[in-house]
């Protein structure tokens, strides 16, 4: 898996810090000392139940929104089916992260092969959606699905090629995981490379649509100005806060960090539960860009009324209002 490290059953760690106190030294204070140090497991598996509910949160809304669709036989958004896909995955996913803490001899080598599985299709398809809302946000542009194309593909491969090359094994006392070194940083590298993409290019996309909105007459470009702020907050924003934890998790996972393979999990529990939150902060988001869709129909119905009476000629005011209908469609939303 890609960011998975070495992981070990609850009893196994509290037996782990018990052996190295006795190693370290035979005096009781040491081994009181040991004993009483922070564990962050209960926190982990704390912060993984909140994962948890929240990917079940998101099924629920994606069920509620279908079943109150009207027209039944519309076809589901891309989106929505990427943000069901996702949250199945990741109860799936955070599920098996709290069985790792319990793993046996006889389940440790297929229980460790799932979990890679699955955290890297938890991985990929985060990624995706990501890069989908870019696509989004460039009103389309179909140049953009090659270059999201090769960063999910290029992903996919890193990941087929860790379950392969990475294993767990059960070494007396617990089940460790044994993480290929080059797969593991290739995995999180075109992590990365999916964030830098879909930050950069959302930036971009949303520089070039404001001064096109801006260009619009009237009412109407400024509210539809005000719809791409939306859209530039939450794709911008999100790109951002996932390079960022994405970045701290390479610095976890490499040698500079001393922290033991405990902490390690409390800050994968801590990744898991901010993709899960900020991909369902999709829903809050949506109200917000309809929100700001209804104030620009609004204004265009208010400056179809005003043109009415200024433009002269009935072909010119057709040809005005098809002109300005055809940049309206450039701007709408993929919602």
Same mark, same amino acid.
């Given at each position: 898996m890609s960011f998975l490290p070495s992981y070990q059953p609850l009893s196994s760690l509290k037996a782990l810090r018990l052996n190295r106190a006795f190693s370290n030294s035979s005096t009781g204070p040491a081994l009181q000392l040991q004993t009483? +140090?922070?564990?962050?497991?209960?926190? =982990? !598996?704390?912060?993984?139940?909140?994962?948890?509910?929240?990917? &079940?949160?998101?099924?629920?809304?994606?069920?509620?929104?279908?079943?109150?669709? $009207?027209? $039944?036989?519309?076809?589901?958004?891309?989106?929505? @089916?990427? %943000? !069901?896909?996702?949250?199945? *995955?990741? @109860?799936?996913?955070?599920?098996?992260?709290?069985?790792? &803490? #319990?793993?046996?001899?006889? +389940?440790?080598?297929? !229980?460790?092969?799932?979990?890679?599985?699955?955290?890297?299709?938890?991985?990929?398809?985060?990624?995706?959606? %990501?890069?989908?809302? =870019? #696509?989004?946000?460039?009103?389309?542009? =179909?140049?953009? *699905?090659?270059?999201?194309? *090769?960063? @999910? *593909?290029?992903?996919? @491969?890193?990941?087929? !090629?860790?379950?392969?090359? +990475?294993?767990?094994?059960?070494?007396?006392?617990?089940c460790a995981f044994s993480q290929n070194p080059v797969t593991g940083i290739g995995a999180s590298a075109a992590d990365i490379l999916c964030d830098s993409v879909s930050t950069v290019f959302s930036v971009w996309f949303c520089r070039l649509r404001m001064i096109e909105c801006f260009a619009l007459p009237g009412g109407v470009g400024q509210n539809v100005a005000k719809l791409f702020v939306i859209l530039a907050q939450e794709n911008i924003l999100r790109s951002i806060i996932v390079l960022i934890i994405n970045g701290i998790m390479i610095w976890v996972n490499s040698p500079s960090f001393h922290g033991n393979e405990s902490v390690v999990l409390l800050m994968y529990a801590i990744q898991s539960y901010v993709f899960s939150r900020l991909l369902n902060l999709e829903w809050l988001w949506m109200k917000e860009r309809t929100k700001a869709q209804l104030n620009r129909s609004q204004s265009h119905?208010?400056?179809? $009324?005003?043109?009415?009476?200024?433009?002269?000629?009935?072909?010119?005011?057709?040809?005005?209002?098809?002109?300005? $209908?055809?940049?309206?469609?450039?701007?709408?939303?993929?919602?």
């Open positions: 009483h +140090s922070f564990d962050p497991v209960p926190l =982990t !598996a704390f912060i993984l139940g909140f994962a948890l509910e929240n990917s &079940f949160q998101g099924l629920i809304l994606f069920s509620v929104k279908t079943y109150n669709e $009207k027209d $039944k036989k519309k076809r589901l958004k891309a989106v929505l @089916v990427l %943000m !069901a896909v996702f949250n199945v *995955i990741s @109860v799936i996913y955070n599920a098996l992260f709290l069985y790792s &803490f #319990y793993l046996d001899a006889e +389940s440790c080598y297929l !229980a460790d092969l799932l979990i890679d599985v699955v955290s890297h299709s938890y991985y990929v398809v985060f990624d995706l959606f %990501m890069l989908y809302k =870019t #696509y989004a946000v460039s009103g389309f542009q =179909t140049w953009f *699905i090659p270059i999201a194309a *090769i960063g @999910v *593909i290029h992903r996919a @491969v890193w990941g087929v !090629a860790d379950c392969i090359l +990475s294993f767990g094994a059960w070494n007396g006392h617990s119905g208010q400056s179809n $009324k005003s043109e009415t009476h200024i433009v002269q000629g009935g072909k010119d005011g057709q040809q005005h209002s098809s002109q300005q $209908k055809s940049r309206e469609e450039k701007h709408r939303d993929e919602r």
